[in-house]
Every structure is written in structure tokens, then in C-alpha cells.
């Protein structure tokens, strides 16, 4: 037993009672003075290690919760992306499909207003050429009309003499009397 008092405090020297001194042997007293810190940060420390620990895995497990709900966020997002997405994809489809419909409705429509226009443009085309014709006509006949009545005038008045244009008065005279009688 005095080993084991003499590795705590070296009793060697008495010189006075009550004196006290630390062995610094160390090959001697680190086992010793180990057990006893470790002893001592366990029975001490082992409390507020164990409220670290705690705290940390309360923590861990906070954004470890976090994250979770988060990444059903992110993933419930996600779906009503897709959703959309698909909606605005088949909206584009019939957008396209409606759009060439139309275009091609559009392109009959202006063929079709295209070819009545000619067809209005043409009718007006020949009614205009048959009204110049006619025109035409009406003027050649309305020379060829005063050509031969100068003609006839000029046949007539070289051909009338005095007695000739006196029995065509009278003659006309008689038929215009002749006219009122039967009115009266």
C-alpha cells in the first residue's frame, strides 16, 4: 500500500506536518491521473455531452424533416409543372391544328371571293364590251342614217322643182285634214 500512496503524493520528506507536493513522475502517475480526469469528465460531463448530442440530433433530424417536406413541395411543384406543361402542350396541338384549319379555310375563302371578283370583273368586262359595241353601232347607224337622209334631201331637192314641192304640201295638207276630222 505504500506504492500506492507514494504515487499520489510523495511522502519522503516530512519535514513539516501538513505539506503537500504532486508527484511528477509521470510514467508513474498518468494512468492515475488519467482514470481520475476521465472519471470526472464523465461523471460531470456526461450531462451536457448527452445535451449536445441531443440538440445536434434534434437538429439533424429538424432539417432532416425540412428537407423532406421540402422535396414534396419541390416534387408536388414539379407535377403541377408537368400538368400545366401537358395542358399548354394540347392547347398549342389544337392552337395548330385549329390555326391550319383555319389557314386553309381562309385560303379556300380568298380563293373563292378571288375567282367571284374575276368572275364580276369578266361579266363587267363583256357587259362593258357589249354597251361599246352597241355604242358602236348606234353611232355608225346614226351616220349611216344622216348620210342618207342627206342624200335623200339632196336627191330630193335636186329632183323637186316648184310644181312637185306644191303638190307635196297639198297633198300633205289634205292628209292632215283629213286626220283632224276623224279625231273630231
Not at 464523465?42 to 450531462?47: E, L, P, V, Y
Not at 408536388?76 to 400538368?83: D, P, S, T
Not at 398549342?92 to 371571293?113: F, M, P
Amino acid at each position: 500500500m505504500k506504492n500506492r500512496t507514494d504515487s499520489f503524493v510523495s511522502v519522503g520528506h516530512w519535514p513539516s506536518a501538513g505539506s503537500f507536493e504532486f508527484n511528477t513522475d509521470i510514467l508513474a502517475t498518468n494512468p492515475i491521473n488519467l482514470s481520475v480526469v476521465l472519471g470526472v469528465l464523465i461523471f460531470f460531463g456526461k450531462g451536457v455531452l448527452n445535451d449536445l448530442l441531443d440538440k445536434r440530433k434534434q437538429r439533424i433530424l429538424s432539417t432532416i424533416r425540412n428537407s423532406e417536406e421540402l422535396r414534396r413541395g419541390a416534387i408536388e411543384q414539379l407535377e403541377r409543372a408537368r400538368v400545366r406543361l401537358r395542358k399548354v402542350e394540347i392547347k398549342a396541338d389544337e392552337y395548330r391544328t385549329n390555326g391550319y384549319s383555319e389557314i386553309e379555310q381562309e385560303k379556300v375563302n380568298l380563293i373563292n371571293a378571288t375567282c367571284k371578283s374575276l368572275e364580276q370583273l369578266e361579266n363587267y368586262k363583256n357587259e362593258t364590251l357589249f354597251f361599246e359595241k352597241q355604242r358602236a353601232i348606234n353611232q355608225v347607224r346614226q351616220q349611216v342614217l344622216q348620210q342618207a337622209l342627206q342624200r335623200a334631201l339632196g336627191t330630193l331637192n335636186s329632183c323637186l322643182n316648184s310644181e312637185l314641192h306644191f303638190r307635196t304640201i297639198s297633198a300633205n295638207i289634205g292628209i292632215l285634214g283629213s286626220a283632224e276630222e276623224i279625231t273630231d
